[in-house]
């Protein structure tokens, strides 16, 4: 599109016979090209890039960009620009071309010929590849193909060529061609190659055709086809080998490279631009610029490789960017559209531009006393327009006569008896006065609002007014109403539109959104939780029924109402519009206008449609402190290498970047994110999967890329450590019993030996030592150290390590004390514990019959006072065996410590079956327990010659019936120290 301006000079009659303090020193129109494009973003030096010089744009298969340089090539993921050159293993800096063969390896073609390719992430060369040793050549890489077979082929601008077998067997062909090579192919199963001075066999050095060509003719291999360029026209090899004519570019150029869309269209980069050739018709874009290479990606964005200016990135060829200068782009604040159809667009230097049905955009600029002025807004009222600038209004009537106001203005509104001028205050003016010296009007009397305000809209009896302190209404009736008691009125307006078959004012809003009023009430409100992507909204304009665009501080989006529910979708998505700030919005018959900083930008809304296509998302590296897992899986850690860190990348071109990644580890909920990278710290061993996926702004969802791994288990919860301890555990019981009854036997020969020497001793002394023989053979019943062992197997057996561990370490504490405590007497501290683990055991094995309660004297120090070993033992498993296990009900064991003068009184109570219960089941059985009468005489011994003892059984009697039964036990109270 081309912009064409004229040169006059027109000064209003107003003004020759009015005196203002504005000099108008002269409006003048121009004339320049300005530079029409499609909307893109040009990614440099400034991005990243490490050269501006781009030959060509390769896509991997992960959706990567690839460019090449004559500074090493560059990978893209939508994110970050990655440099490789020699340092990181290419062979040479300069680098053509890249080109992905049958296995999927991708060659580089280099300058000095020496190749090098990428596979897995890993670069290969002459220094680990014997490969690509037995490939390079001395001089440039003009060529590579690959033919139905797979046979590969490289061509060097010398003269070599180097046939690469499936089976990767090299092969040198030895050809006695013409040089240089600029390009070759198969044709029948023979080797042709395009020379300066024509096609050739290139093995019988047999001139195929004899077509005039030159150095810059190139060979193309597209979808299984090669063209051949020779200036500006463009042919295709037949399968017999002859040449069709394809396309003869318009103009001059030199072909570089070829890109076919589809059969009907097809891309042709020049030294003079981009062409395109579709349908049999041309079109030029990126007129001056030396393309190199184009490529259309995953998502049908467009990659515009150049050769001084680096790459630029096209969203869609539809949406069109007129910069509307020669030079750099015009910054555009406003747009109007009339009746007549005409486009206005306001700009920054006091230039406006026009667009009238069937002509190209018309420039104008303004100066007024000698400043360049600010368009702020441009309105229409009947036959005139008004252009409302920072320091001056122009108004032009129907017959195109101009006038100056005298006076600047935001925005301006005429009904049909008043002016409202809007700047830093608001000031209302009847019609008849507004006219060139209307300045000498804007006094105190005029004054309608003191509000510096940027925006005007009158809607049936309302004017509503938006201010940089919120929302105002005026009526004739009731004046000034302010609505900024509203939170979401409560900042600046930037723009109003009045929708009258909705009957809803939609309020644009500096930082809460779009505010929806109707019927004097606030309606609604959207904003980002309903998917608005800025709260910064500048612009709104209907394009269809119930259906709006929105412009804000980061591009575009479309809301749609639909049954009193809102439905926002991120054109950004769709235009590649992000951070691309929206000043103002037009539209004319389905032609859609955005005022932008960078210039004009229309496209046609009916066929902006979302492309079909998704984001992209892969797992790029595992690792933790100590490893980068690398390679196939499976990823193993160890138990103390367990934090883990997972980077993954969203490839989304046309979102530049706007992703939001959702991940889930093992079950856990997904979590959303915009971050690329997960740590988890001091993972617990077991085996893992991690999943995620990205989202564009348009709310496409990508694949779902998953990675499994697991952290090693530690040495102590494997099983055979388990087993070993399980082992170890019922080696040491039975040792601690082995050396238990050792020690009693060895106990037993001592105390019999002793015997015998001591015959003559007392009777006395005999039964004491007979008694403490029984008592010691008392103290731990073999029967209980069976069922005990029963026990912990059993435990085992079931897989119940815990109450097993609990088990085993109770019962060897009670072994360890008895063997330690085998004197005759001990403390009573001592005599408590032992009984309480005896109990615990014991409960153990009589599961729910039996609760116990030990009391203890305040009085009593436990620690000072001498009890005989397990005086009471006898008794409590007296009392649980024959009166508490009978119960049906859970019984209550008593067991108290008392101070009574100098003795220590000692009780065992418990509410079982009773004595007379007891006997009865007892009467069949062989043996009797002879415990308590061992037990009475133990105290008797123990007592003589020291105080009196006593030996009491009471059974408990409760209504007539049996209600347990009382052991009462009383002994000198004798301190351990005296």
């Known amino acids: 599109m081309k912009v064409v301006f004229t040169d006059c000079l027109h000064l209003p009659d107003e003004l020759n016979s009015v005196r203002t303090p504005f000099l108008l020193l002269y409006l003048f129109f121009w004339c320049a090209a300005p530079a029409q494009n499609p909307f893109c973003i040009n990614y440099s030096i400034n991005d990243g890039l490490p050269s501006e010089n781009v030959y060509a744009v390769f896509e991997d298969q992960n959706g990567f960009i690839w460019l090449t340089t004559d500074a090493g090539i560059v990978r893209f993921d939508s994110h970050n620009f990655l440099d490789f050159n020699t340092d990181n293993g290419l062979s040479d800096n300069e680098v053509f071309q890249m080109k992905k063969d049958h296995k999927g390896r991708i060659w580089l073609l280099t300058l000095n010929g020496k190749t090098c390719y990428i596979q897995n992430g890993k670069i290969y060369n002459e220094t680990n590849s014997a490969l690509v040793r037995k490939i390079c050549g001395n001089s440039l890489m003009s060529d590579f193909y690959q033919d139905a077979q797979n046979q590969i082929y490289f061509c060097f601008r010398d003269g070599q060529i180097v046939q690469v077998t499936p089976h990767d067997k090299v092969v040198k062909i030895k050809c006695k061609t013409p040089q240089p090579y600029l390009g070759m192919w198969k044709n029948k199963n023979k080797l042709c190659v395009l020379t300066p001075l024509g096609i050739y066999n290139a093995e019988q050095n047999l001139r195929i055709n004899p077509m005039a060509t030159a150095t810059t003719s190139r060979a193309f291999h597209v979808n299984r086809q090669t063209y051949i360029s020779n200036a500006n026209q463009l042919y295709r090899i037949r399968p017999n080998g002859d040449l069709t004519k394809i396309l003869s570019l318009p103009e001059p150029a030199e072909i570089l490279q070829l890109y076919q869309e589809n059969p009907n269209k097809i891309w042709i980069c020049t030294r003079q631009g981009l062409f395109l ?140 008896e008043n002016g409202f001028f809007a700047y830093t205050v608001v000031y209302k003016i009847p019609h008849r006065k507004i006219k060139p010296g209307i300045k000498n009007m804007l006094n105190k009397n005029n004054m309608l609002l003191q509000k510096r305000t940027s925006v005007l809209l009158h809607e049936s009896e309302n004017t509503w007014i938006g201010s940089n302190y919120g929302l105002y209404r005026y009526r004739v009736k009731d004046s000034i109403t302010n609505w900024n008691s509203y939170p979401n009125l409560q900042t600046s307006i930037e723009d109003l539109y009045f929708d009258s078959k909705q009957q809803t004012l939609f309020v644009a ?10 019927n004097e009430k606030i309606i609604g409100q959207i904003s980002h939780r309903n998917g608005l992507n800025s709260m910064t909204c500048n612009a709104i304009e209907k394009v269809g029924n119930q259906t709006y665009l929105v412009g804000s501080n980061n591009g575009l989006n479309l ?51 979302r492309k079909d296509s998704r984001p992209k998302c892969l797992i790029e590296t ?77 709310g496409t969802q990508s694949n779902t890329a998953v990675i499994r791994f697991e952290i090693l288990a530690p040495f102590w919860q494997k099983w055979w450590f388990i087993l070993l301890c399980l082992l170890i555990i019922i080696g040491v019981i039975y040792a601690i019993v082995k050396y238990r009854l050792k020690e009693q036997q060895r106990q037993f020969s001592v105390e019999k030996a002793a015997i015998q020497l001591e015959r003559d001793k007392a009777t006395l002394e005999k039964q004491m030592i007979d008694l403490e023989q029984k008592a010691l053979r008392q103290q731990m019943n073999p029967h209980f150290i069976f069922n005990a062992l029963n026990t912990i197997k059993g435990y085992y057996s079931e897989g119940d390590l815990m109450r097993a561990s609990t088990y085993i370490s109770k019962f060897s504490k009670l072994l360890r004390m008895l063997l330690e405590n085998a004197d005759k007497t001990i403390s009573l501290s001592t005599e408590i514990e032992m009984l309480e683990l005896y109990l615990e055991l014991t409960k153990i094995r009589y599961e729910n019959k039996f609760v116990y309660e030990l009391i203890l004297d305040e009085n009593l120090n436990p620690n000072d006072i001498e009890i005989p070993t397990l005086l009471l033992q006898p008794i409590v498993e007296n009392a649980i065996i024959h009166g508490l296990s009978p119960r049906n009900k859970t019984g209550l064991l008593k067991i108290s410590f008392a101070k009574q003068d100098k003795q220590l009184h000692c009780m065992v109570e418990d509410n079982g079956i009773g004595r007379i219960a007891s006997q009865k089941k007892q009467q069949h059985r062989e043996y009797q327990s002879k415990a308590l009468e061992i037990t009475k005489e133990r105290i008797a011994l123990f007592s003589k010659g020291i105080g009196p003892s006593t030996f009491e059984i009471i059974d408990l009697i409760q209504n007539d019936k049996p209600a347990g039964t009382q052991v009462v036990v009383t002994i000198p109270l004798i301190s351990i120290w005296s």
């Open 622 to 698: 595992l690792k933790t402190q100590k490893r980068n897992a690398a390679g196939k899986p499976p990823y193993e850690f160890d138990f103390n290498d367990n934090q883990v860190s997972i980077h993954f990348s969203g490839i989304s071109y046309i979102s530049q970047n706007d992703l939001t990644y959702h991940y889930q580890l093992s079950g856990q909920d997904w979590t959303q994110t915009q971050e690329s990278q997960i740590n988890y710290k001091s993972l617990p061993s077991g085996e893992y999967i991690f999943k995620v996926y990205c989202t564009d702004g348009y």
């Open 509 to 518: 809003t500096s930082s809460k959104g779009i505010v929806l009023l109707r």
């Open 277 to 416: 050739h579709e349908n049999q018709q041309f079109k030029k874009y990126f007129s001056g610029e030396m393309v190199s290479n184009l490529l259309r990606d995953f998502e049908g964005g467009y990659w515009v490789a150049t050769l001084k200016n680096g790459v630029y990135y096209v969203p869609s060829f539809d949406v069109i960017l007129n910069k509307l200068s020669t030079e750099k782009p015009m910054k555009i604040n406003c747009i109007g559209i009339n009746q007549k159809k005409e486009i206005w667009a306001g700009g920054d230097a006091n230039n406006y531009f026009v667009k009238r049905p069937g002509l190209e955009f018309t420039g104008q600029t303004t100066l007024v006393d000698g400043q360049a002025d600010q368009i702020t807004s441009i309105r229409f009222f009947g036959q005139d327009t008004y252009v409302s600038g920072k320091n001056m209004i122009l108004k032009i009537d129907g017959k195109g006569k101009k006038s100056f106001l005298g006076c600047g203005a935001n925005d301006l509104w005429l009904d049909a």
């Open 559 to 609: 809301v749609t109402f639909k049954n009193e529910s809102v439905n926002i979708r991120n054109i950004n998505a769709v235009l590649g519009l992000k951070n691309q700030k929206i000043n103002d919005i037009g539209y004319l018959d389905q032609i859609v206008y955005l005022a932008t900083d960078r210039g004009l930008l229309w496209f046609n809304i009916t066929k902006i449609n």
